[in-house]
Each structure stands twice: as C-alpha cells, then as structure tokens.
C-alpha cells in the first residue's frame, strides 16, 4: 500500500466500517483488511493514522487495536509460513513506535505498549538494540506521564521473566536488562519518593506519581522473580525501607469514593504484598533482617482494612504474603503462639471467608464470572481463596491447633444456621468453606481433593450438612447452599465413598432444573466431574447401568439447562452432555433422533455468530460421540447423519464459518470412514476440498488430509473417472513443501499407494520419488525421515520391493544403495508408533527376501546383514528418539480455541488401520518364514552371511524369532 492522503482516507474509512452494527459491512471491512495486511507499507499506514490528532479517536481506536494484533499474528517469522512485514516496514516501526507510544493518549499508548512487547519478545535484544537507552533516556525528562508510558512498556516487555523457562538466552537478556535498567530505575524510584512528599497535597500529581511507584513495583517483581539480581541484592536497603514506608503510609486525597474499584493506594500497596512474598518465598536468607517489620506491617493492614470490594486485591495479596511466611520452616517460630494463631484466625481468616453482600451480588448477577473465580481459579484472587492458602500454610505446622480453632467456629456457625435457616444461610456458606480449607492437603486439577486430613471426617459432614441440601425438594432455595453443596460433592469426589457419588446422582439431574445459573452450572460441572472418577485397575466408577435410570430426566434437563438464561452457551452443560453420551454408549441409542435434533438446532444457532470457543468445542465433541455410538449400533445409522448434517454443514462451508470448518470437516470423516462407498455428495464435495484458500488455514490441515483420505479409500476409482488426481498431487506438492505439514503428506500419499490402482499411478511415480529426494537434499528433518522410511516401506509391500528398487534407481544408478546405508541402516531406529514400525519392518522384510538385486548387486548384498541387524534393532532396541536441537515442531493447544492451530475432537478419533489385516498378524513370525524361503532358493549362502554378519545378541533373537516360526534356515 502507499501512503498517500486517498490511501489514509480510504484505511480510515475501512476501519470505521469495522465497527458497524451491520455485520455484512463489518466482515467485508474485515475481508478487505486481511487481504492488504500482507502489504508493504500497510503497517505504517496504521502508525500514521494513529499519530494524527485530526482523526476521529474512535478510529484511531480501532488502528491501534488493528496495528497490536497485526503484530501479534504476524510479527513471529514462521518457517513455511508468509512473511507479511518487510524488513524495512519492520524497521521503520521499531524506530517509529517507542516515540509515537509516548505522544498519544492513554488508551492508545496502552494498545502500542503492548505490541511494542510483542515486538521485542521477537527482537529484544539481538535485533533491537536501540530499545532499552530509547527508554531509560525519557527517565531524565520530569514529564511523568511521559515516564509512565515508559514504565508501562518496561513492565509489559520484562512481564514474561515471570513465567518463561530459565536457560541461557533468557539469564543473557536479564543480565543485559538489568545493566541498563536496574539502577536507572532505582534512581527513578528514590526521585519518586522525594516527589510523592514534596506534591502530597496535590491530588493530581500525586494520582501520576503513585501510577509511577506501582509500575516501578510491577517491574521491580519481573527483574526479582528467576533469581536475586547482585544488583538488587545490594540495594536491598533501599528498595525495602521505601515499600515498607508506602505499605504503613497513606494520603487522604488517593481514598477512592468509589466502593468497587481499587484506587493507587490498594493497587500499589498490592503489588509491594506481592514483592516481599516473592522474597520471603524465594531469598529468605538475604530477606530476613527486614521480614518482622513486614509482618507486622502486613498485620495491621489486614485488621485495619474494611471488607469494600476495592480492597479484595489488597486484602488477597496480604493474606499470601502472611501464608507464604507462614509456608516456611524457618519462620514458623512467628506463628506458634496459640495467641498469634487464634488471632490470625478470628481476625483475619474467618472475616475473608464470610460471604459478602458483593459475593450475593456477583452471584446473582454476573453468575459468569462468579463461577470463573470460584470453580476455574481464575487469575482474579479472591479473599476467600487466599485465606483458604492461609489456612493450609498454617496447617503444615500447626494442624491439630488450627482444626481445634476452627472446629468451634464451625459448630457455631452451624448452630447459628439451624436455629433460623432463611436468614443464618451466610453462617452455613462459611462453615463449609472454613471445613473444606481444613480438610484439603493436597488437590489436582483433574481429581479435586485427593489428600484430606485425618482430623475431619468429610462423609460424616456430607451427611449431616451437605445431604440435606442436595436432596431438597425446592431446588430454587438457598441458592448459594446448594451451590456449596454440588462443590462439596466435586472437591472431595476421591475422598467420599463411592455408595455416597452413585446415591447423588438423581439430586445432581433435579438440581440441574434451578433457575440460578450457578446452581445448574455447578450441577452440571458434578456430574462431568463424577463421571471421569475412576476406581482401582482404572475402572469408571459410574457407568451407563447407574446413569440409565435417570436417563430421560438427565437428557431433558440437560438440554432444558441450555434454554435458560444465561446459560444458552453454557460450556459445562454442553460437556456433560458429551460425557453422559460417552458413558452411556449404547444406553443412548434409543435417544439418538431427538438428540441428533437438539444438538443440530444448537449449532444453527451459535454458526450466525460463533463467540464461545469451549462450548462450541464440546458441542462437536457431543455431534461426534453421538455419530461415533450411533454407528457402533448400527451403520445404517449413518444415512440418517448425513441427511441431517450434510445440508447444514455445506450451508456453513459456503458461508466460511472459519471457526467451525475443521470440526465439520472431522465429522465428515467420521461418517464416511464408516461407509463401504463413498456416495455422491462427498464426491461432489471433493473438488471444494481442493481448493487453495482452505489449505492456507493451518486448522483446516489434519481434517482436511483425513476427509481426503477417507474419500480416496471409498472412491478411488471416481477420483480416476473424474480426472481429480492431479489435484491431489498438487495438494501433496503444496504439503510437501512444508516442514510443519510434510507427515501430512506423506498421509495423502500412503492412501493413493494403498487405494489406487497401479496402472493408474505409475506414471506420476517417478516425479513423486523425485520430489522426495529433492526435499530429503534440501531440507531433511528427524520427521520427514521417519515418514519417508513409513512409505517406502509400504510401497514395498504393496508394488513390490524390486518396483521400489527400479524406482530409486532409475533416478541415479546405485542409488538405493545411499538409500540403504544412509537412511535405512542408521535411521530406521526413529520410527515410532506400532504401526509404523509394522510397516517398516514387513517393508524391510520384503527389501531383503524378496528383490532379487540385493542378492546379485554385489553394492546391495554387502548391505543385507547390516539391513537385516537394523531390524532386529527395531524389534528389539528402544525407540531412538533423538532430535537434533535445531528442529522445532509446532504444539498444538491442550485447550479448544480459535487461535489454536487445529482442535482435534477426542471422540472423532481416526481408528488405526492395519494395511496387513488378515495376511501379517506377526512381522517377526512374518520374517523368519521369508528368509526360509530366501535360504532354500539360495543354499548355504544366506546362513553363512547371517552367521559371520550379525551380532551374537542378535543372532540369538533371530533364533527365537525361528523357532517361534516352527523354521529352521538349514
């Protein structure tokens, strides 16, 4: 693009369309822009349209927006993928952006802080050696706005020292950043602190100069998290006794008005709780002299502190700090006063764990991020959380005298409960949190609680506390109680007995019935909890004859759940959905037509506007079980998918419901994959799955080779009659190409030379192994070994190891020899997978039994023991899995999600097919009768090669292999 006035205007007047409530206008704002981001010039168009006052501020808005997340995708430079930044555009916006960050206002310089930390995750230091003196030299300016643009960028570039993995290259960039930040930072912050005395009775700047401490703190934790820097180290006087001043100090102008929103007092005070934790965690030692004061400090905020919202941060990071200490061995001599203890609990622990008006509030009316703080763990601490820590740090050392504490409170507030239950309900909620923080040691993700101490009897609390809850008849009462009752059930489910989880299951389907949206949600998460809990030999502890008599309720108000407000995209509904299916299995099949109905008007539903990436996840996980049990029971079943599928999914084909095209393309294959043919509308469908756009997708690639083998296994022949194998081997060139997507490939290829017939390939054989070697001399990888050594040993089996020979051969004379000595020999001990190595070694098999050069071609026979010891080795040695450490293979996200690369269904798995099935059951069995054969065409030969060639170790295993045969070689 240029950068001409038209240019800008037209840009301008693109990303103002971007914003329009007309969707058709938004996408093809969004289409245009796409198809010129590649552009030379595009990005500094967008820099340009930002700087400009004379813009209206919403689209200078959107350009930053659009400008971040430009970088964001394409600022990484991917091997085989499009590099859409010149090296001069990328040039141009490093010296460009730091200053430009500075001169804009706030919202806008956020968006190019952040890019600029993209930018440097990339560049910084090697390729952007500038950056650093850029910043620190705006610390001499007094323009604290514009220092804490700076500041802002520090913290969003040194953030990731916080999580990155320590090696080499990272202690490098720390030491750099370190000698030439650390002491121009500790400056600013003794100027800082001068200036928050010298401007105390002026709101304004005091407001600017707090910002500059909290991101001075922020950025101090960064350089402070992988080690104790000598620099810090020997400051530590300094930075230690201005936190301790700003955590005991306090200014009347910075108390916020507001009741919910933390103001620079909290923030800051927050972040130094996080830094002396840090500390005290990890450099006790050096921090020890200080940690009293800390304490004491720490102490009497928290009892000082009011229960507003604006203080939960403050109040969270407090109570760490103080479990953090009380974590450590060392330190425990602080808390052993049974004095100190119960002070701790009364005044600071069961004060944060009561539920509070704000807790009532976010529960019935941002039920959303209610449940993601409380059952996801989200990022936001809470209050009740970080007691919970407290409670477990002091219970390490203290346990008998803190159940002893907290028993009394429990009996009490229970009693509190019971004498007037419609309004003590608050006293119950905390009883059972105050049981569950005691009583959990040790949790996973995947398991809940699976440590409990021996002084609390969880079933006896079920029984007597939680029970009641769960089995009333009104499911709409007391909420939060049943709430706390289904989390209950879902922490401990490793703990309580397996007669009380199968017992909770009818409450578990009525409570999915309540209308509060975290009540049903809860219900729901239980049941998907409790379906994966497994008894010992891995044994599912609920199975489909415990499920079946609730079946029609279950799947009724399952479904009934994703009706209700709120909860119409509800991702732990649609996952328990998917797993009862999953467990009931054939129990289901009864349902099926009305939940083949249910499911397809849900996706109708969420295709006009997919905007929940776990919930459309689950809901093709749900599609493909229900295909998967469907089929199991009846493969006439497939009809009755297709005609309710196919139309929807070519309608969203035809629409590019981008998100949603890899999970179709995986449901297709499904139901092809359990065909015996392949009818007509796959194959009108073929020719659309060549097309170059949806190859361009990195999501799109796995479903998309899995559908085309599919429709090669069933309808090889119509592929021939439509004259559309050229097509295909375009898409294996194009795969080829690509070290990320070269296995993909090699895919397509094994189903042509498994499916077609000969005649028809032959011809194109040749450029094929062409093409192979051309890519093995220029660019060879760990993986594209172990797939080249897969399919020349297929082709082995299936044309035939002498067709393989002439092949290679006819490319360069001799030249199988090279592929013997310098691939199969010293490489064929990478293949993984147990299918694989079958293939290689029937392949291998065939290479040294059954082609008559490698016995008259004196170049290949002083190969055949060095052949036949390799595979041995295969049987019989461990898997070689060493990669060289230049090589780098893309990992695909755990979690479903757009940006993900590709988002494989775990019930749309692809059945491994054995190529032998029926003819080799055992390759070992398999090579002893071929050389057999091998030794009676060529008597006393073979025999003297195998004795004289291979090792004593495996000779004694090919001897085994013999005898298992019922062979002898003599």
């Known amino acids: ?116 930390s993209m930018i440097g995750k990339e560049d910084f230091p090697d390729k952007w050696q500038s950056l650093l003196p850029e910043l620190t030299s705006k610390f001499e300016n007094s323009n604290f706005p514009v220092i804490n643009g700076v500041l802002r960028t520090a913290h969003s570039l040194f953030k990731r020292y916080r999580y990155e993995f320590k090696s080499n290259a990272l202690w490098s960039e720390i030491k750099l950043v370190l000698a030439n930040f650390a002491a121009p930072l500790t400056q600013l912050f003794n100027v800082t602190m001068s200036l928050i005395v010298e401007h105390k009775d002026n709101k304004e700047s005091t407001t600017i100069l707090y910002d500059s401490l909290t991101l001075i703190s922020k950025i101090f934790y960064s350089l402070n998290y992988q ?40 923030l800051l005070k927050s972040q130094i709780c996080d830094n002396v934790a840090l500390y005290a965690q990890k450099y006790d030692e050096e921090f020890q002299e200080y940690l009293p004061n800390f304490v004491m400090a720490v102490w009497n905020l928290l009892v000082s502190t009011g229960a507003q919202v604006k203080y939960d941060l403050l109040i969270s990071n407090a109570i760490q700090f103080l479990a953090s200490v009380a974590d450590r061995d060392h330190y425990k001599h602080l808390f052993e006063s049974p004095d100190t203890l119960k002070g701790i609990c009364e005044k600071v622990i069961v004060p944060n764990m009561e539920f509070r008006g704000a807790d009532e509030e976010l529960f019935e009316l941002n039920p959303e ?186 799947l009724t108000n399952l479904f009934n759940a994703l009706t209700m407000q709120g909860s119409e995209e509800n991702e732990y509904i649609m996952k328990a959905i998917m797993r009862c299916m999953s467990v009931l299995q054939h129990a289901a099949v009864p349902y099926l037509p009305i939940l083949l109905t249910k499911l397809t008007e849900k996706l109708v539903l969420v295709s006009k506007n997919p905007s929940k990436p776990h919930f459309n996840h689950y809901l093709f996980e749900s599609m493909s079980v229900t295909i998967k049990v469907g089929c199991k029971a009846d493969h006439a079943n497939v009809a009755l998918f297709e005609n309710s599928l196919f139309p929807l999914f070519q309608e969203m084909l035809v629409a590019d419901v981008q998100e949603f095209i890899p999970y179709i393309f995986q449901l297709m294959s499904m139901m092809l994959e359990s065909r015996t043919d392949c009818p007509g509308p796959y194959m009108e469908l073929f020719p659309f799955l060549l097309v170059p756009v949806l190859w361009e997708r990195p999501g799109n690639i796995p479903p998309l080779v899995r559908l085309l083998q599919a429709i090669i296994e069933k309808g090889a022949a119509s592929i021939v009659a439509s004259d559309k194998l050229m097509g295909l081997l375009g898409v294996f060139q194009k795969l080829m190409a690509s070290k990320t997507n070269d296995h993909q490939g090699f895919y397509l290829l094994q189903s042509l030379v498994e499916n077609m017939e000969a005649n028809t390939f032959n011809e194109h054989v040749k450029s094929i192994f062409l093409l192979l070697f051309n890519r093995l001399i220029s660019s060879k990888t760990t993986k594209f070994v172990k797939s080249l050594l897969v399919f020349f040993s297929l082709y082995a089996v299936k044309c035939g190891a002498c067709k393989l020979v002439e092949i290679v051969d006819s490319l360069q004379p001799n030249m199988f020899g090279m592929v013997l000595d310098r691939l199969y020999i010293p490489e064929v001990q990478k293949t993984s997978g147990s299918m694989e190595k079958k293939i290689v070694a029937v392949g291998m098999t065939k290479i040294l039994t059954e082609c008559p050069a490698m016995m008259s071609n004196p170049a290949y026979l002083k190969l055949w023991t060095p052949l036949l010891q390799a595979l ?71 025999t003297g090669m195998i004795s004289a060639g291979l090792d004593p170790k495996a000779s004694g295993f090919l001897q085994a292999y013999l005898q298992a045969a019922n062979v002898s070689l003599s």
């Open 227 to 266: 080690d104790l820097p000598e620099f810090f180290e020997d400051n530590m006087k300094i930075w230690m006794t201005h936190f301790l001043a700003l955590l005991t100090g306090d200014n009347p102008l910075l108390h916020s008005k507001d009741e919910d929103e933390a103001g620079p007092l909290e």
């Open 872 to 942: 041995i080795d295969v049987f019989e040695l461990e898997e070689d899995d060493n990669v060289p450490d230049d090589e780098h293979f893309i990992e695909v996200e755990d979690q479903p999600s757009y940006s993900a690369a590709y988002s494989q269904l775990a019930n749309a798995g692809k059945a491994t097919r054995d190529p032998f099935s029926g003819t080799i059951q055992n390759p070992k069995i398999y090579l002893a009768q071929s050389l057999q054969k091998l030794c009676a065409a060529h008597p006393g030969q073979i």
């Open 1 to 116: 693009m240029a950068s001409g006035e038209q240019d800008l205007k037209n840009l301008a007047s693109c990303l103002q369309q971007t914003l329009s409530p007309n969707i058709t206008e938004r996408k093809q704002a969004e289409k245009f822009l796409e198809s010129v981001e590649g552009s030379p010039n595009y990005a500094i168009l967008l820099l340009m349209l930002i700087e400009l006052d004379s813009v209206d501020a919403t689209i200078r808005q959107s350009a930053s927006i659009t400008f971040k997340n430009f970088v964001k995708r394409n600022w990484r430079v991917v091997e085989d993928e499009a590099n859409k930044i010149t090296e001069d555009d990328r040039n141009k916006i490093k010296q460009k952006i730091v200053g430009l960050m500075l001169s804009v206002p706030l919202k806008l310089q956020r968006q190019l802080s952040d890019a600029i």
């Open 369 to 554: 991020e209610y449940i993601r703080r409380d059952i996801e763990g989200s990022d936001i601490d809470t209050r009740r959380r970080a007691a919970c820590d407290l409670v477990k740090a002091l219970t390490k050392f203290f346990e008998a005298a803190v159940i002893e504490i907290f028993s009394n409170y429990v009996q009490l507030m229970l009693q509190g409960y019971r004498s007037n239950p419609a309004v003590n309900w608050k006293q119950k909620d905390a009883a059972t949190y105050l049981v569950t923080s005691i009583a959990s040691k040790s949790k996973t993700q995947r398991h809940g609680t699976v440590q409990v101490s021996e002084l609390v009897s969880i079933p006896s609390f079920y029984t007597e506390n939680i029970l009641p809850d769960l089995q009333s008849a009104e499911v709409d009462s007391l909420p939060v109680l049943k709430a706390d009752a289904l989390k209950y059930v879902m922490t401990f489910r490793n703990i309580l007995p397996p007669e009380m989880l199968i017992g909770s299951l009818p409450f578990l389907v009525q409570l999915l019935k309540a209308e509060s949206q975290v009540v049903h949600t809860y219900a729901a998460n239980t049941l998907d909890k409790l379906l994966l809990v497994r008894k010992e030999g891995n044994e599912r502890l609920i199975k489909a004859e415990h499920l079946q008599p609730h079946v029609e309720a279950l």
